[in-house]
């Protein structure tokens, strides 16, 4: 038998003990021992909850049982769980945890700390989706040459019905967060930074990198207007908020922002709340992950899967990451270092020469203009949309101040990359 403590019984907690209480015949069966919750730790114990396990307010009931083997952390934030997570560890408890902030930022420290005790995170990027068993053990004879992830629930929702049903962003964000998708702070989802901590953990275990949220670039979906779903549209583009990491040389370039992806590209069909991950490896090509990345039973699947893996012999399979660096000389990129096909919205003034003092702001950077559409606005203004031929990052950015200092540029140019 493996006696379990889970600290944080919310939705995911409240499903992971009935999950292992309705699914126990065949969780017995594939862990080869019972698995019993003997106590879950909530912070106000006079809320009323329909869970079936003995609950406490007090986290050191858990963590200095000595009768407790694996504690499961599902509290959400990052110190009050590190600190949970560390004491775990220290007093010899194998740990599972379901937090991606908490790996995002010690992810290197607390796997070390752990030594030989298991301690797994299956459930912390895309929810259901065994996207880290299937980095960490279906992959494990590639170089993992990309990741493409769409690995924020929310965010996707927001954008689908934005697409499909001109929905504007500020009603749709409400409806996200009335079904229960959003985090506690809606802007850890719409600001790609909910994302950028999944990407980091897939980043770890693919390439070693130990990198933080504020190394990488990290830009949120909040500026989308209907404007650019227009131009999209008349593009064959769809647009999503996507994690990317990928490895050009010896660096690994890892950002999260709205993209421009063709809509004929598999990852482009992953809609609504759903999640889904491309994963390219040198040697067995693109493979493809979908699931639910979010949501109680969803996320409590891939928690218990954890679970049954230290019932089944302590600690899984070695670790692919959290080495660093997995491959001699592999290392971070640079924020700008990146090249893409760019797409520019330009709110200017509707006068002669305008046109062309743009193009000279841009071609003085040396960026090319593909295609362009102008809409009129009121009050003599224009709406540019434009996508410019692949260029670096840095020109792009130099072009942006460019405009940015042009006279008539009424507004904030908005920029938005394209992978093609
Ligand atoms: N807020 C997250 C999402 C939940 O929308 O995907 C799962 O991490």
Request: net charge negative; charged share 30%; glycine share 10%.
């Amino acid at each position: 038998m493996i006696r379990v403590g889970i600290i944080g019984v919310g939705t995911v907690g409240k499903s992971v003990a009935d999950i292992l209480k309705a699914n126990r015949d065949v969780i017995a069966a594939r862990a080869g021992k019972e698995i019993v919750v003997k106590k879950g730790v909530v912070r106000n114990l006079s809320k009323k909850r329909d869970v079936s396990i003995p609950l406490t307010d007090n986290p050191d009931e858990v963590l200095d049982d000595p009768e407790i083997d694996l504690v499961v952390e599902l509290m959400g934030g990052v110190d009050e769980p590190y600190a949970v997570v560390k004491k775990a560890l220290q007093n010899g408890k194998a740990v599972v945890t379901a937090n991606k902030a908490l790996l995002a930022y010690h992810r290197y420290e607390l796997e070390q700390l752990a030594g030989d005790l298991p301690f797994e995170y299956e459930a912390s990027v895309a929810g259901g989706i065994p996207i880290i068993k299937a980095l960490r053990e279906g992959l494990s004879a590639n170089h993992i040459e990309r990741i493409e992830g769409i690995i924020n629930g929310t965010a996707n929702y927001i954008l689908t019905k934005m697409m499909q049903e001109g929905a504007d962003f500020d009603a749709v964000l409400k409806e996200a967060q009335e079904l229960g998708y959003a985090e506690a702070d809606p802007t850890f989802d719409i600001g790609g930074f909910d994302a950028a901590h999944k990407l980091l953990i897939l980043a770890s275990i693919a390439y070693g990198i130990d990198a933080k949220p504020e190394d990488i670039l990290i830009e949120g979906i909040e500026k989308i207007t209907q404007d650019d779903i227009a131009f999209a549209k008349e593009f064959g583009y769809t647009v999503k908020l996507l994690g990317i990491a990928k490895k050009s040389g010896e660096e690994v370039e890892l950002r999260v922002h709205p993209t421009l992806v063709p809509r004929d590209r598999m990852i482009a069909k992953v809609d609504g709340v759903m999640n889904g991950v491309s994963v390219v490896g040198d040697k067995v090509g693109e493979t493809m992950y979908y699931g639910p990345g979010a949501g109680g039973d969803a996320t409590a699947s891939a928690v218990i899967s954890d679970i049954i893996a230290i019932a089944r012999g302590g600690k899984s399979s070695p670790m692919l990451g959290f080495k660093r660096p997995l491959e001699e000389g592999l290392r971070l990129a640079r924020k700008d270092a990146m090249s893409a096909h760019y797409y520019l919205r330009l709110k200017v003034d509707d006068k002669p020469g305008v046109l062309a003092a743009v193009a000279d702001r841009m071609g003085k950077e040396g960026v090319s203009i593909e295609t362009m559409l102008q809409r009129p606005v009121r009050n003599e203004a224009a709406t540019l949309l434009l996508a410019t031929h692949a260029c670096r990052e840095s020109a792009m950015q130099r072009a942006l101040e460019g405009l940015r200092n042009l006279e008539a540029v009424r507004e904030e140019p908005v920029m938005i990359r394209i992978e093609r």
